[in-house]
Each structure stands twice: as C-alpha cells, then as structure tokens.
C-alpha cells in the first residue's frame, strides 16, 4: 500500500506526514492529506503520489515564433512550411531505391552549408559508401559529419555531446533500442526508437529527419503511431520509369499539408523543378483523341498535368478498367454517371485511364477532365489543345465549382492557354484573355463538345 502523502494548501510544500504548522510558509492548520491521482493498485496506476504543477497560458498568450532554418532548396523549403523548424521531428518515407538517401543528403550538405552543424547517421551503409554517394553528387566539401551506428543508446549519447542542429537517421527501422527485448526492425523496436528520438528533440532543441522504410501498400513500416509521434510526415514519390519526382507533405504542424515539391532526378542527383506544369506538359504533342489538360491544386500551388485515355473493345467477357495515378473507385462513379445521366455506355470496352509525368491526383477536381478524356477517347475527337478542364461531377450529373478557381486559370494563361471549361459558379477574377465556357451539368457539356446526350 502507498504511503499518503501532505500538502501545504498556502504554498504547495509536500510532506510525508502531519504536522500542524507548515515549515515551507509558517502557516498554521494549512497541511492536509493528499487525495490520490487515481485509484487501484500502486503498480498500474498512478497512486496517491502528485506530481508538479505545470504552468498554464492563455489563448492571447503572444510567443515569438522559433526561427527556421532555410536549406536554399526552394521545393524542400516549401514541403518543410518555409523552412526547418528547431526540435522538430520529420519522418521520409518512399519506395526503396527512389532517392530518399540522396534527396537527404543533398538537404543536410546545403543546411550545412549554411552555417548549421548537422550528423548524417547511417544505419545501412558504411561512412565510406556515403562518402561515395557525396562524391559523386559534388558534396564532398560540405561540412557534414558522418556516423555509422545503430545502437540508440550510443547514437543519443553522440548527439548531447556534438549539440548538433540537425541530424539524419537513415533509417528508423534500422535503429535498436537494448531495451527492448526484440529484433531491429520489429513493431516494438521503431515504436521506441522513434518515441526515443522524438522525445530528444524536443528536450534538446536539435531537428531529426528520420527515413522510413514503406510496405508493399505504401503506408511507411511500423505502427501508425509513429506518424502520430512526428511534426511532420513526407513521402517521397515516383515511378522508375520517370524522372519526375514528388515530395509530398501528408502532415505538417507547422505549414500546409498536401504541400508538394517536385525534383528531377539526373545524374548528379536531385535538382528541383521551379515550374513543375510547364515541365509535366513539355512532352504534349500536337492534341489527339483522349489527352486532356486538367487544371489542379496541391497544397498551396496550381499544378497543369496531362491526362490520357484510351477506350478500345474488350475481347474479354469483363471489360478492364486500369487507372494510373488516380482513384480507381472514382473512375468506376465517373463511368456509371455518363451511362446513367447522359446515356453513353462503356459495357463491352477496355477503359486505361493515366496521369502523365507520374504525379498522383486526389481531388475530385480532377472528375469533368477524366470524363472529357474518356468522351474524347471513345468518339476518337481531340479537344482544342490550348484548353484546361476542371471541375467536380455529381452522382445527379451536376458540375460543382473547384476551389482556387482563380488560381487554377491564372497558371493556365501564364502557360500560353487560350480557352477553360469549368463548372458555373467559381469565382474565376478578371482574366483577360481567356475563353471560359460554364457548363452547369454533364449533360450540357457532353451535348456543347461531343454532340450527344
């Protein structure tokens, strides 16, 4: 049983027995029994021993904002809110082999190189290999100081003595804690290693970036907890067969979330992309039949990406429906509306649906541009190419209004657009120059462009 425990209701003092005047204060009579914090047995709960007080602010409360670090990466320094906030934790995740490593490497060179101290902890490669990596993307002469180590207890006791203000751990799934009784790697394992490591920084003042390893869904390995534990969770996109790049912001406390940055990967490594619509359109040719431009937001820029359609007969009983880069399930409503609102069937015919350059799309922004691609695939009719489309398809068949409609069509004119098709009602400013058609339904718009419905 716990023994009980006094306290002086004038000043606070703590005591562990009686006494009818306080030697904290003076005060007579002001000394009572404490009332337990919870009850139960002492070994799972939290007893009758109290605690501190912790001091309390209100919402008018004014803090002056820490000051970020800028790495001179403009795309990371979007991605990150405006730059690296000090004892914050940041989890990378991506597919193995995309660049996450050199993508970090390149980052905490050009923090280094300006004027923050920063580690590079390796839990899968030699000093020697990393310094090959730097060799070869032109960083050997930063001031980064190398580490490879997977024991946590050493690494934490590397970074209170060196005081560094950044530090990479590549990777989290790599890290052990002794303990914890279980193989590096394992649930338990990251669980501590990343509470241990977030717990740190927010004690020392000392930024950690930790690079997570993904699962064949492309969910980041472990529990989710992990994600929960960080300030800020970035996943690192592509496809292989592409250059292109995306790191992309899932969670940020401290900027935008969805914000992404785009890189393209060359032989000297990543270099960022400054106009990342001019470069995903670089490669249209002259318009043909199923290739639309659809106008889109992520995060806080407008990004213009090409989407392509094909519909062909299916030999097969089940027609196929194979979507790259968005959301099969949409595509699937997308279909059923034009069938059931408008009239136009899709049994019987293979339907591919791509987002060119490699870039995932998940705003249903995205719906009249898909069924204009798929209209103009399945009546073999190329739409005029210096035309954007944008907008959100009901199941009724009305066309809802995007959000940022201004911004969508201002990115579209600064890239020589002539003509856009959205839904009526968003608020698109005064653009001189434009064409807009506003079609109020899908009925109306397949009737203006195809001639049906």
Known sequence: MAKPSFSCSACGASFTKWSGRCEGCGEWNTIS?????????????????????????????????????????????????GG??????????????????????????????????????????????????????????????????????????TLEAEKPGLVIIDSIQTMWADNVDSAPGSVSQVRASAHELTTFAKRTGISVIMVGHVTKEGQIAGPRVVEHMVDTVLYFEGERGHQFRILRSVKNRFGAADEIGVFEMTGAGLSEVTNPSALFLSERGAPSPGSVVFAGIEGTRPVLVELQAL????????????????????????????????????????????????????EPAADLAVAAALLSAREDRALPADTVIFGEISLSGALRPASQTENRLKEAQKLGFTSAIAPAGGKTGTLEGLAMTRPTDLVGFVGEFFGAG
């Open 84 to 157: 690296l906030v000090p004892a914050s934790a940041i989890l990378v995740g991506g597919d193995p082999g995309i660049g996450k490593s050199t993508l970090l490497l390149q980052a905490v060179a050009a923090f280094a190189r300006k004027g923050l101290k920063t580690l590079y902890v390796s839990g899968e490669e030699a000093s020697a290999q990393v310094r090959m990596r730097a060799r070869r993307l032109g960083l050997a002469d930063a001031p980064v100081q190398l580490a490879a180590e997977t024991n946590l207890r050493d690494i934490l006791t």
């Open 311 to 362: 519909v062909a007969p299916s030999p097969h009983s089940q027609p196929r429906r194979t979507v790259v880069g968005w959301d099969g399930g949409r595509l699937a409503m997308i279909l059923a509306v034009l069938e059931a609102r408008c009239g136009i069937p899709f049994a019987g015919l293979d339907v591919y649906l791509n987002v060119a350059g490699g870039l995932k799309i998940s």
């Open 33 to 81: 029994q404490d009332a337990g914090l919870s009850v139960g047995p002492a070994k799972t709960s939290l007893g009758a021993r109290r605690g501190r007080a912790v001091a309390l602010t209100d919402l008018a409360s004014e803090e002056t904002p820490p000051p970020r670090a800028l790495s001179g990466i403009d795309e990371l320094d979007r991605v990150l809110g």
